[in-house]
């Protein structure tokens, strides 16, 4: 084949993938929408079973007229929108963190993510390491690395003390599959000394409980002396997955110290 069809299709191919890409994420978006609807529909009605009053007046407590059901999808949008945790994320890509990938763990290898075109996979749908970095959490865009051990380097916004950090994942209810195995369980977080090349300090070590809120948050059970600019994330187990562990999204929390 010529090289200037070879270029065309490469960028046709790119093309095709972001467009996809943007499909799939409005399709996840709508589905956690859903979800989030069902389960406030259902509180309507257990509230409307409990109210007084004969049957009639319980059928039409549980009627939702067009304006009620737009105010609650706009209710439930900012929930969605909503930062839960108040805290500033000094791990954050959009303030400028990023990460470092000599420090970081392999992404997982799934040809089954590739899309095919005469026996060539030219479309890989496989996140990279920095999508933990950003608040977009819906199902299927995680990082994922092989088996239930990784880790990854972040540098982060600026210097900071630490004092906490949030782990984040998807609820089963809005997982494909039903189930979150591949959730992070047990994980330890280190500082990094000078400018990220020096010795590793242990911040603490932690569970991420797959049966709590998506969103939780640990104080740090070691402090420490000196503004840190960079933090491993060490992924120790996970819920039960035996090829892969998914990564959503990791915030780092604390005190800014010296610029960089």
Known sequence: ???????????????LENNFREILLLIEQINVLKALLRETQDGLHN???NADGDSGEAQNATEITDEEMANL???????????????????LKSAGASIIEAGTSESYKNDKAKLH??????????????IILQPDVHPGKCWAFPGPQGHALIRLARKIIPTAVTMEHIS??????????????????YGILKQCGGEEVFLGQFL??????????FELQHGVSESLLCV????????????YTCLYRF???GTPGDHT
Not at 1 to 15: G, N, R, T, V
Not at 232 to 243: A, F, V, Y
């Open 251 to 253: 915030r780092v929390h």
């Open 117 to 130: 075109w005469h026996g060539i996979g030219f479309l890989n749908y496989e996140m990279p390491p920095d």
């Open 232 to 243: 491993k994330l060490k992924i120790l187990s996970n819920w039960g997955h035996p090829k």
């Open 1 to 15: 084949m010529p090289k200037e069809q070879l270029e065309l299709l490469k960028k046709e191919s790119q093309a």
């Open 172 to 189: 089963e209810k809005v997982s494909p599959s039903g189930n979150i195995s591949s959730a992070p369980k047990d994980f330890s977080v």
């Open 208 to 217: 991420y409980n797959k049966t709590g809120t998506t969103v939780q948050t």
């Open 47 to 49: 509230d409307s079973r």
């Open 73 to 91: 999808v706009n209710y439930v949008l900012k929930k969605l929108r909503e930062d839960q945790i108040q805290m500033a994320d000094y791990a």
